[in-house]
């Protein structure tokens, strides 16, 4: 009798299961995993409004704050993405929760804006280490189905991105800033989960080494080595283009909508939860339809296809603002596992770097975006960021001039 795949799957390496059976138990350990260390991060900015009121701070220190959370997470991530791809630590994944734990007790007890800045650096440094190893085991756990595994996992991070702001408007803004603590309870629930996944990847290793497979090709033999670099500096543009756009959003969606509109604090963030349900609904479609229809097809519809309704935003009612986020932010967000499987089969025995590299250069993206933003908020008005921020897909033009990949691809070991 064939036993079920789902049973014991964290044991299944010992036995080196079928490539084409994809490890769930591991894929959703890892989107839990992420859901937990997302919803930390997120409190970073949901909180912004406590603070800026609390200390008095302007756009400009907002977008810094932002700037130093990203700018950490940003430049360690392809330094972590390479040194694994040399010499994979599985349990790196639990140890770099340390860090997110430190910085959200630091981010409870600051007194003051450089005590905030620290912790920013703290938390941006924890997700560094997560993100390219925890892709890495993912795309080792899809079974082929590389789009569905790294959707899977980085749906996790968005659920976690619009719970940070719920949270924060029925928990932080109510019972002050010292409530951030509590969510320490979610580093350590996390860090017991990514233990589990690290023995599991271990496992792999050693049953790998025991028994190793034919390597896969190292490079694609009909896209050219100019190609390839061309080709990723597309996607690193797509990136930009998309978390500058993003920034406007998850960094000063909330004062748009207080200043515009004048919405409580409260039902800002709930807006801003709406958003950021929207951006996992699209990241959890993008890569299986990718797996079906082709990356490069989502990389294109996702970054171009979002330019109607960002041109329109900056002119509607609070009811179609609010509206409008939910296919922008569907649209938006199909494309960023489009793209981190995209690049990774251009450079399959470089999966690591890769993930550092787009996982950073997002964050770095995010970060700059949030800060030029807001000195150009405190120079000009929030209403103005919007208006120049809606011209931004259309760097989606330049998806046009990638090569067209075969997707009949093997797993990388």
């Known amino acids: 009798m064939k036993v079920d795949s789902s049973e014991g799957a964290l044991e299944r390496p010992k036995a080196l299961a079928s490539a084409d059976d994809a490890v769930f138990a591991v894929l959703a350990a890892l989107s839990v995993s992420h859901l937990l260390n997302d919803t930390m991060q997120s409190l970073l900015p949901a909180v912004y409004p406590v603070l800026k009121e609390k200390y008095a701070l302007d756009f400009t220190q907002v977008g810094l704050i932002t700037f130093t959370f990203q700018a950490t997470a940003s430049l360690l991530q392809p330094l972590v993405g390479l040194a694994t791809d040399r010499r994979p630590r599985p349990y790196s994944l639990a140890s770099g929760m340390v860090l997110t734990l430190l910085g959200l007790l630091?981010?409870?007890?600051?007194?003051?804006?450089?005590?905030?800045?620290?912790?920013?650096?703290?938390?941006?440094?924890?997700?560094?280490?997560?993100?390219?190893?925890?892709?890495?085991?993912?795309?080792?756990?899809?079974?082929?189905?590389?789009?569905?595994?790294?959707?899977?996992?980085?749906?996790?991070?968005?659920?976690?991105?619009?719970?940070?702001?719920?949270?924060?408007?029925?928990?932080?803004?109510?019972?002050?800033?010292?409530?951030?603590?509590?969510?320490?309870?979610?580093?350590?629930?996390?860090?017991?989960?990514?233990?589990?996944?690290?023995?599991?990847?271990?496992?792999?290793l050693s049953a790998l080494r025991a028994n190793p497979r034919p390597a896969a090709r190292a490079a694609r033999s009909d896209v050219s080595k100019a190609r390839v670099s061309a080709s990723i500096g597309i996607l690193l543009l797509l990136?930009?283009?998309?978390?500058?756009?993003?920034?406007?959003?998850?960094?000063?969606?909330?004062?748009?909508?207080?200043?515009?509109?004048?919405?409580?604090?409260?039902?800002?963030?709930?807006?801003?939860?709406?958003?950021?349900?929207?951006?996992?609904?699209?990241?959890?479609?993008?890569?299986?339809?990718?797996?079906?229809?082709?990356?490069?097809?989502?990389?294109?519809?996702?970054?171009?296809?979002?330019?109607?309704?960002?041109?329109?935003?900056?002119?509607?009612?609070?009811?179609?603002?609010?509206?409008?986020?939910?296919?922008?932010?569907?649209?938006?967000?199909?494309?960023?596992?489009?793209?981190?499987?995209?690049?990774?089969?251009?450079?399959?025995?470089?999966?690591?770097?890769?993930?550092?590299?787009?996982?950073?250069?997002?964050?770095?993206?995010?970060?700059l975006g949030a800060a030029v933003l807001g000195v150009l908020a405190d120079h000009t008005s929030i209403e103005y960021v919007y208006k120049v921020c809606s011209f931004l897909p259309l760097v989606g033009l330049l998806a046009a001039f990638l090569p067209n990949l075969d997707r009949r691809r093997v797993a990388a070991a």
């Open 106 to 204: 630091l981010l409870a007890a600051a007194d003051g804006f450089a005590t905030i800045l620290a912790a920013a650096a703290l938390v941006g440094m924890g997700s560094s280490i997560f993100h390219p190893e925890a892709s890495r085991v993912a795309r080792l756990a899809s079974g082929g189905r590389h789009g569905f595994a790294q959707s899977l996992f980085q749906v996790g991070g968005n659920a976690g991105s619009a719970l940070g702001p719920l949270l924060a408007a029925f928990v932080v803004v109510r019972r002050g800033q010292a409530s951030i603590a509590w969510f320490s309870i979610a580093a350590l629930a996390a860090m017991g989960v990514l233990f589990a996944v690290g023995r599991w990847y271990a496992d792999h």
């Open 239 to 367: 990136v930009f283009s998309k978390y500058f756009y993003m920034a406007s959003l998850s960094s000063y969606y909330t004062f748009y909508l207080i200043e515009r509109f004048g919405v409580s604090i409260e039902a800002a963030q709930i807006d801003l939860f709406v958003f950021l349900g929207a951006v996992a609904a699209g990241t959890l479609a993008g890569g299986p339809v990718g797996d079906r229809i082709g990356f490069k097809a989502v990389i294109w519809a996702s970054i171009l296809g979002v330019l109607p309704f960002t041109l329109v935003l900056p002119y509607a009612n609070l009811f179609w603002t609010v509206a409008l986020t939910v296919p922008i932010g569907v649209v938006l967000a199909s494309a960023f596992s489009a793209i981190i499987v995209y690049a990774q089969e251009l450079l399959p025995s470089r999966v690591g770097t890769v993930a550092g590299l787009f996982f950073g250069f997002a964050f770095g993206m995010g970060g």
